[in-house]
């Protein structure tokens, strides 16, 4: 039974040029892509996305960096996916995260870090259902 997660490729990789690099490493991989679309949050949708974040000090740069340029919105599917996608991202700081990483091969920052993805079964079904509620 194929778990779902949700990943954001977020505007500083849009920016840069790396949607496509960042696809088609999760198509390598055997991901199924299983929905996908670019758009450009606006504050509310940011803070329903971070609703765990939105108290936090690095929230408000992290807020005007999310909503600052598009982002392409996709969900990935296959086996033990959550998992899979966190570590070929890598952790959270750039600078730290592991070669071979998405982040860790791409990222310098702390904040423009490329991606998001559901860090649990939890988190994926809430975020697939406000990024994609037809999936649900
Ligand atoms: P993400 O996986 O999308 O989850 C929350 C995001 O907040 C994280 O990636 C980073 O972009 C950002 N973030 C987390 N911790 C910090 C921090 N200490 N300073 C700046 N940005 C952070």
Redesign the pocket.
């Given at each position: 039974p194929d778990e779902r997660t949700l990943v954001?490729i977020k505007p500083d990789a849009v920016r840069r040029g790396l949607v496509g690099e960042i696809i088609s490493r999760f198509e390598r991989k055997g991901l199924r892509l299983d929905a996908m679309v670019q758009r450009t949050l606006d504050e509310s949708f940011a803070d329903q996305h971070?609703a765990e974040?939105v108290d936090k000090p690095?929230y408000p740069?992290?807020k005007a960096f999310m909503t600052g340029g598009p982002l392409v919105a996709l969900v990935l599917s296959g086996d033990q996916v959550i998992e899979v996608v966190r570590g070929m991202i890598g952790v959270?700081d750039g600078r730290r995260a592991a070669a071979g990483t998405i982040r860790g091969d791409l990222s310098l920052s702390?904040?423009e870090?490329l991606v998001?993805?559901s860090d649990s079964v939890d988190s994926a079904k809430r975020e697939i259902g406000l990024w994609f509620p037809e999936l649900l």
């Open positions: 954001l971070y974040h690095f740069p992290l959270t702390n904040r870090n998001h993805a």
